[in-house]
């Protein structure tokens, strides 16, 4: 198991090259967000903003448009029981971000049914929330396209079967190359499973132990994803870049909003871009 140091974001977060525009910056939708759990849809597709994706498109309940544009113009809006509109979308996104907020009830399983249907190996499609709890309770397989996963510990259990007491290393390892995925096991010292490596993330404070904080991570690793290359090393940035940011805040915090975590991002990506 590596420890992950600051040294990864220099690596990964470039400057912008004059010569470019929003297209540059990737397209990413997000999928989540039914009539109760707005805010996590919200609250990822506001990471992804702030983490530079030049393009976002927010799929979500109709009931959260007024609250989505309020909080953040930046993101596009579309009704996920469109099944035209969702298709075009996500044909269109280079990242597309389901689970934050989607719930688990009918609409919830079609939506995700059909983006596993639609999504190819030009894309990287990152899960999290309640799409992973799908997968396991309905037995889904993953599509056979560039994956992460972001589960908490028991999400991690749901979809892997590996109880929470027994996640080790080796045990996470074996299913995480049956998955072909890269997976950020969420907890209060987080992991990364790459196809090569293991990585432990050694920041992150309980300050941040708040509904809301993985989605925004969610949303960050999206956006990360939909700019930087490769893959791997984005997601790795997204993880430290989180908890650092919580890390700051929590010198004079007793605790960090999610959404903080966003604001503070860009200025957070100005100080440690590659010189
Ligand atoms: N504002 C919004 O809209 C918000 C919307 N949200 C959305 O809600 C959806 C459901 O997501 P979820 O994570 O809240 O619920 P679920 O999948 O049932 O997992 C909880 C169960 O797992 C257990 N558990 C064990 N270890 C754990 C660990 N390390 N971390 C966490 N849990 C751990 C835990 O144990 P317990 O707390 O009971 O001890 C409990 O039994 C999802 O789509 C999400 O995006 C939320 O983000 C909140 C803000
Ligand atoms: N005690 C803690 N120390 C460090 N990080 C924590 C702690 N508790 C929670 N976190 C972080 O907060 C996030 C929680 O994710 P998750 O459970 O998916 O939240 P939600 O679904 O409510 O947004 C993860 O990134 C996790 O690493
Ligand atoms: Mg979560």
Redesign the pocket.
Same mark, same amino acid.
């Given at each position: 198991m590596q420890t992950l140091t600051a040294d990864i974001l220099p690596q990964t977060i470039r400057q912008r090259p004059a010569d470019s525009y929003k297209g540059t910056y990737g397209h990413i939708v997000l999928i %989540?967000?039914n009539q109760?759990?707005?805010?996590?849809i919200i /609250?990822a597709s506001t990471a992804a903003v702030y983490a530079g994706a030049g393009l976002v498109t927010t799929l979500t309940d109709p009931s959260n448009q007024g609250s989505l544009h309020a909080r953040l113009p930046e993101a596009m809006f579309a009704d996920y029981h469109d099944s035209d509109l969702l298709t075009s979308l996500v044909q269109g996104a280079n990242v597309v971000v389901i %689970?934050?907020?989607? %719930?688990t009830d009918a609409t919830a399983l079609g939506v995700l049914k059909r983006v596993f249907g639609l999504v190819t190996a030009q894309q990287t499609l990152v899960v =999290?929330? #309640?799409a992973l709890?799908m997968v396991a309770t309905h037995d889904l397989n993953f599509p056979d396209v560039p994956l992460v996963l972001t589960p908490?510990? /028991?999400?991690w259990q749901r979809v892997s079967g590996v109880k929470?007491a027994d996640q080790t290393e080796a045990a996470n390892r074996t299913v995480v190359d049956q998955l072909k995925a890269t997976v950020v096991l969420? #907890?209060h010292h987080t992991q990364i499973y790459t196809a090569n490596a293991t990585y432990e993330n050694p920041l992150g404070t309980p300050a941040q132990a708040t509904? %809301?904080m993985? =989605?925004t991570l969610a949303g960050m690793v999206g956006g990360f994803i939909a700019q930087f290359k490769p893959t791997d090393q984005a997601v790795l940035a997204a993880v430290y870049s989180h908890s650092a940011i919580a890390e700051e805040l929590a010198q004079t915090q007793y605790v960090v909003l999610p959404h903080q975590i966003a604001t503070a991002l860009p200025t957070f990506m100005k100080q440690h871009a590659a010189k």
């Open positions: %989540g967000g109760n759990f707005g805010g996590a /609250m %689970g934050p907020g989607l %719930g =999290d929330g #309640s709890t908490h510990q /028991m999400e929470i969420k #907890s509904g %809301g993985g =989605d």
